[in-house]
């Protein structure tokens, strides 16, 4: 029993010196040309294709594709050195495969996530552009240039409150809930925007109040 644990742990040492794996990856690539453009990530590096590795002695273990919203994902499972067909080999790798996949898709999915906050980021800069134009020509004589004043003294500063609070207040006075004294002051200024360029003017307060 213990010759046989023994023999399989000899074994597990003797494939991971020998055999290698890497897993390279390619982003909005086309099935036509995949093979011969540049992997990233593993030994490919941004430098070598399918072809080059297959070259130098690789060869393929497996690919995944997937479908993002601009082309195709590539995912390559590549090995090179011998072949070993012993079960604690193959089980060995298939984890490491896990683990590389996992880890490959994680920095895919986090690349995807900070593109989508840029893109927001980007949106809200350039509505507060233009809202910029709106504030200073309808807002700020009662409200000051930075948002800072207490219109009429019953407003709170715009500039302290969430996108959230602003849209509320504007919604209020449009649908006439408020009955505050100066509520019919700021009721007509509420008719006249919208929800998105209240955001836009949340966004341009601040960007100046920073
Ligand atoms: C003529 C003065 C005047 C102008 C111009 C004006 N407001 Fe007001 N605003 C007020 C007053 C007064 C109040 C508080 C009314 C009350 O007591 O309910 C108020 C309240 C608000 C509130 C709610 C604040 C809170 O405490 O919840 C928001 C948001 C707001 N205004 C946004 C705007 C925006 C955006 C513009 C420009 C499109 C604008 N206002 C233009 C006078 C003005």
Redesign the pocket.
């Known amino acids: 029993m213990k010759k046989v644990i023994l023999s399989s742990i000899l074994l597990l040492g003797t494939t991971s010196i020998f055999a290698e794996t890497t897993m390279c990856f390619k982003e909005n690539a086309s099935m036509s040309t995949i093979e011969k453009t540049p992997l990233d990530g593993g030994i490919c590096n941004g430098k070598l294709s399918v072809n080059d590795m297959k070259a130098k002695g690789w060869s393929v273990e497996d690919i995944k594709i997937s479908q993002s919203s601009t082309g195709m994902n590539f995912i390559y499972i590549l090995k090179n050195g011998v072949t070993v067909s012993a079960p604690t080999q193959s089980s060995q790798f298939v984890g490491n495969q896990a683990q590389m996949e996992a880890n490959i898709l994680a920095k895919l999915e986090a690349k995807k996530e900070a593109e989508e906050k840029a893109k927001v980021e980007k949106e809200l800069k350039d509505a507060a552009v233009i809202a910029k134009e ?2 200073t020509n ?6 000051g240039a930075n948002g800072e004043k ?3 003294n ?3 500063p ?1 500039k302290d ?1 969430s996108v959230e ?2 849209q ?3 919604k209020n ?1 449009k649908v006439g809930k ?1 009955d ?4 019919n ?2 009721a007509p ?2 008719n ?2 919208d929800y998105k ?2 955001k836009g ?1 949340h966004a341009y307060l601040q960007s100046i109040n920073k």
Not at 138 to 143: E, F, L, M, R, Y
Not at 180 to 183: Q, R, V
């Open positions: 709106l504030y309808k807002c700020q004589t009662c409200h207490s219109a009429y019953t407003a709170r715009l409150l609070d602003m509320e207040s504007i006075y408020v505050s004294m100066n509520a002051i700021m200024y509420a006249f925007v360029e209240i003017i």
